[in-house]
């Protein structure tokens, strides 16, 4: 089993920045293909952006491309997302996924997940 809590989520006016952390225990991490998702009121889980185990590769939503940037670090069981130029598009709740294999787009094939953290961005 892999256990996620993500932080750093909070209220930022438009333009600001935001670096979201997904803290991981349980299994070795480091084997995981790991993912952000984010989740308006009302609408869908959406994908955000995904890095491979060895995060020798990533993968942007176009709607992100550019502004947000993930990282991980191994060693700490921890992956982050920082989160620049920021919208009040962006204004979500922020989830940390995991899944063994390769990086994925779809919510459905990740296996494990945090509790979410919310990300509100004022105009």
């Known amino acids: 089993q892999v256990q996620l809590v993500e932080s750093g989520g909070g209220l930022v006016q438009a333009g600001g920045s935001l670096r979201l952390s997904c803290a991981a225990s349980?299994?070795?991490?480091?084997?995981?293909?790991k993912a952000w998702f984010r989740q308006a009121p009302g609408k869908e889980r959406e994908f955000v952006v995904a890095?491979?185990?060895?995060?020798?590769?990533?993968y942007y939503a176009d709607s992100v491309k550019g502004r947000f940037t993930i990282s991980r670090d191994n060693a700490k069981n921890t992956m982050y997302l920082q989160m620049n130029s920021l919208k009040p598009e962006d204004t979500a709740v922020y989830y940390c996924?995991?899944?063994?294999?390769?990086?994925?787009?779809?919510?459905?094939?990740?296996?494990?997940w945090g509790q979410g953290t919310q990300v509100t961005v004022s105009s």
């Open positions: 996924a995991a899944r063994v294999g390769m990086a994925q787009s779809s919510p459905d094939n990740y296996d494990y």
């Open positions: 349980g299994r070795i991490f480091s084997h995981y293909a």
């Open positions: 890095i491979t185990w060895s995060g020798d590769s990533t």
